[in-house]
């Protein structure tokens, strides 16, 4: 028969036990949600924190090129049609943006809805209009534009280093909504 101080012990140390069962579990569910966590956080996608889609389109001098080879940079990328007036009003802007932000570690690239314009001079009669200092590139086929699931032009995205989108933007853009975005780290002031 156990005796009332090995009853106590015995109670304390099943007790212990429990306990720690049940900080065990609770800690294994803790590490598999921070799993859970990471994974989606790296996840490719379109939108607000995936990792950007990578593409591949052909610029003005017919060379390809990819959103990866951008990695290491912030990437600023804008997709636009010549008879958009929204596209147009806010070119200006993207055009200003890439002289404040060019010797930086930044890069604009201008994504033209090529599928939706009436053929590829018009896109280069824009670009010259315009004074277009980055790379435009034609998304002939609207592959991109499916991929990147537009509801409407222009959409911007702000990209970091790493690949992950910090921002989606449907619609114009100002230099008052990006002027102290804390993408551009107070470059803009």
């Known amino acids: ?25 609770r800690s294994d569910t803790a590490i598999k949600r921070m799993e859970q966590e990471v ?7 379109v939108y607000k924190g995936d990792i950007a889609e990578n593409f591949q389109l052909q610029n003005f001098n017919g060379e390809q090129l990819q959103l990866e080879s951008f990695r290491g940079k912030k990437v600023i ?15 200006p802007i993207l055009v ?20 939706e ?3 590829r001079k018009r896109v280069r009669e824009f670009v010259e209009h315009f004074n277009v200092n980055f790379e435009v590139l034609y998304d002939d086929e609207g592959e991109v534009m499916d991929i990147y699931q537009l509801i409407g032009i222009p959409t911007t995205f702000f990209i970091d280093e790493e690949g992950k989108i910090v921002e989606r933007i449907n619609g114009i853009i100002t230099l008052e909504m990006i002027k102290n975005h804390p993408f551009f780290e107070g470059r803009l002031n």
């Open 77 to 91: 990328v804008n997709f636009f049609a010549t008879w958009c007036a929204p596209c147009q009003e806010e070119m």
């Open 117 to 119: 314009e009436p053929n």
């Open 1 to 25: 028969m156990i005796d009332r101080k090995n009853f106590i012990y015995l109670a304390i140390l099943c007790f212990t036990f429990l306990f720690l069962a049940i900080n065990y579990e």
């Open 96 to 115: 200003a943006l890439q002289e404040k932000v060019e010797n930086e570690n930044f890069v604009v690239i201008g994504v033209n809805v090529t599928k």
């Open 39 to 45: 994974l989606v956080s790296n996840q490719l996608g």
